[in-house]
């Protein structure tokens, strides 16, 4: 018979083997080494790990691939373990998430085979965990020792952007440069969170835009915060500086659910339910005399718990999270302070672009309606309205969480029908008192249904006014839309809250089955 004989491990080896894996992991604790630290720290930015620590709750970080290299060949060049990234997983508030950290410090964060199979690799976790994916990225783009790898890198990543979206929030905290191609990552995700001093994001950089353009433009004026918070729209949130930012997306965080099967998580609002009489004296005696919509939306939430996206951009129509009775909603609301609240090109596509991310992940959607139509001029035919208007008529209609409006004032022509009409298949439809519901203004709605009579009347001006009278009398005001069943209830502007709130409480397992299809074709 053999003999089994037990192979003992010697000690001596032992201790090696841990001395060894315990100083890979202070060399990849190290990145690009002190002097590159400290640069970055001159510059105001914190390190990759730094950044982590900020947004995590305490100790909860688990770090994998810690010591992975780059296994390039192409080009001779230094090997550093975690190839400018650090990814994982850990909690934010108790909830779990999955993150990468791009590392300026080694070779400025760039992009390599290595560096963007870690990124897939924690992307691929949170897609099969169900976990949101956060991205703090800080890179000069395609590591260019690395050539067609780097290329391929972003392409996986850019996929899993598209397969995880509508399944897990994904959301990009941009603290760094972020150029080229590579902004497309961000770009495909749910959020992208700037801040207001280092953040850059721009397709092709100063240099190539001198070259090709003869523009001479500061990275900041080409993609800084700024341009992006208040010009593009690409950014959604702008922290002053990255600690602010990091806070940013946590906030964001604590409204969205982990994935689309989960519910958003619920807090308890125990708080009382007074100041809802403002409400009677915010519409204006004088007709189109503006008001604050932002007033209304946070009177009718949950005290201090509206969270604005894009609020620099596209300011006619306001975008955010909120709570009503601790439940997240997703709020879009004309805002009159810009632009009298009407519609124009950028207004859709930031509304739709909402609506649908509040569909992916079972938020219900609150409208409040005061809108004076679709922004007219020549600008707007050129750069788009029809396009783009049909965006936000499509998300509306295709979304099937509860959909709930208040129409405080104007509702007139196609914006009526877009901003979350019964004929989109809302399901609460209130009006105020003051609510407008018509085809048109009552001026130019008389102008041109008198128009005759005018041209007849002594007294022109006289005649406008008394048909105008009449106009508002017949159709400026919910009742008819009311008898019509358009609109469900004529609300007391104090009831809007109490109201809101027992229908969405009715309305939250609403189920609606959709025609089969692949997916539907968003003009996009
Ligand atoms: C390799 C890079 C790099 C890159 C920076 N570094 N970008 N290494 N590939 N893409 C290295 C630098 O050589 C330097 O190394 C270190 O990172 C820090 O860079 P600095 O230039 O010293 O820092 P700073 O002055 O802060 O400027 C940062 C920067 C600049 C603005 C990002 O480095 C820059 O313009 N980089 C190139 C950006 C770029 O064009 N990327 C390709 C984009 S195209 P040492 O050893 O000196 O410290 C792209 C295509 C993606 O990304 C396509 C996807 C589909």
């Given at each position: 018979m053999a003999r089994i004989t037990h192979i003992g491990h010697d000690k001596g080896n032992l201790e090696e083997k841990r001395q060894t894996i315990l100083s890979l992991r202070e060399i990849s604790l190290k990145g690009g080494g002190e002097e590159k630290i400290a640069s970055q720290h001159k510059k105001g930015k914190l390190t990759a790990r730094e950044r982590i620590e900020l947004l995590v709750d305490e100790n909860s970080f688990c770090e994998i691939d810690q010591i992975r290299k780059s296994q390039h060949s192409e080009l001779e060049m230094e090997k550093i373990e975690g190839d400018g990234v650090v990814t994982g997983y850990a909690t934010i508030n108790g909830r779990r998430v999955f993150i990468y950290s791009q590392d300026f410090t080694v070779l400025g964060g760039s992009l390599g085979k290595t560096h963007a199979k870690k990124i897939c690799k924690v992307m691929d976790h949170a897609l099969q965990s169900g976990c949101p994916i956060i991205g703090i990225l800080d890179s000069g783009g395609a590591r260019i020792q690395e050539g067609i790898d780097s290329l391929a890198g972003y392409g996986e990543i850019f996929y899993r952007n598209v397969m995880s979206s509508g399944v897990v929030p994904q959301v990009s905290i941009i603290l760094g440069p972020c150029a080229g191609g590579a902004v497309y990552s961000p770009a495909l995700t749910d959020f992208i969170i700037m801040n207001q001093i280092n953040s850059f994001m721009f397709v092709t950089g100063p240099q190539v835009v001198k070259t090709v353009t003869g523009e001479d433009v500061s990275f900041y004026d080409l993609g800084g915060s700024e341009v992006h918070g208040s010009l593009s729209g690409v950014s959604h949130l702008v922290?002053?500086?990255?600690?602010?930012?990091?806070?940013?997306?946590?906030?964001?965080l604590s409204y969205l659910p982990s994935n689309n099967l989960d519910d958003p998580p619920q807090e308890i609002d125990d708080i009382e339910e007074n100041g809802q009489d403002i409400l009677s004296d915010i519409i204006p005696e004088q007709e189109n005399e503006p008001y604050d919509m932002k007033k209304v939306v946070e009177t009718v939430l949950d005290q201090d718990s509206f969270f604005e996206l894009q609020e620099s951009w596209a300011k006619n129509i306001i975008v955010g999270f909120g709570r009503l009775d601790g439940l997240t909603v997703g709020i879009i609301a004309n805002q009159p302070l810009f632009l009298g609240g009407a519609i124009e090109y950028n207004a859709a596509d930031k509304a739709a672009r909402f609506i649908r991310f509040c569909d992916s992940f079972n938020i219900p959607i609150i409208t409040f309606v005061d809108v004076p139509g679709f922004m007219p001029g020549v600008k707007q035919e050129h750069e788009g309205i029809i396009r783009h208007g049909a965006k936000m008529l499509?998300?509306?209609?295709?979304?099937?969480?509860?959909?709930?409006?208040?129409?405080?004032?104007?509702a007139y022509g196609g914006a009526y029908i877009v901003m979350?009409?019964?004929?989109?298949?809302?399901?609460?439809?209130?009006?105020?008192?003051?609510?407008?519901?018509?085809?048109?203004?009552?001026?130019?709605?008389?102008?041109?249904?008198y128009r005759k009579e005018l041209k007849k009347a002594e007294n022109p001006e006289q005649a406008l006014q008394d048909f105008v009278a009449k106009y508002k009398k017949q159709f400026s005001n919910p009742i008819r839309a009311a008898e019509k069943g358009y609109i469900d209830k004529v609300i007391l502007?104090?009831?809007?809250?109490?109201?809101?709130?027992?229908?969405?409480?009715?309305?939250?397992?609403?189920?609606?089955?959709?025609?089969?299809?692949?997916h539907g074709n968003i003009p996009l």
């Open positions: 922290g002053e500086d990255e600690e602010e930012t990091i806070n940013l997306a946590k906030k964001l499509f998300a509306y209609s295709e979304a099937t969480v509860p959909k709930l409006a208040v129409i405080t004032r104007k979350s009409s019964k004929h989109l298949g809302a399901d609460i439809n209130f009006a105020w008192p003051t609510a407008e519901i018509a085809v048109m203004g009552a001026e130019g709605a008389c102008n041109i249904i502007p104090e009831e809007t809250r109490i109201e809101l709130s027992n229908a969405l409480k009715f309305l939250q397992n609403k189920r609606i089955d959709i025609p089969k299809r692949k």
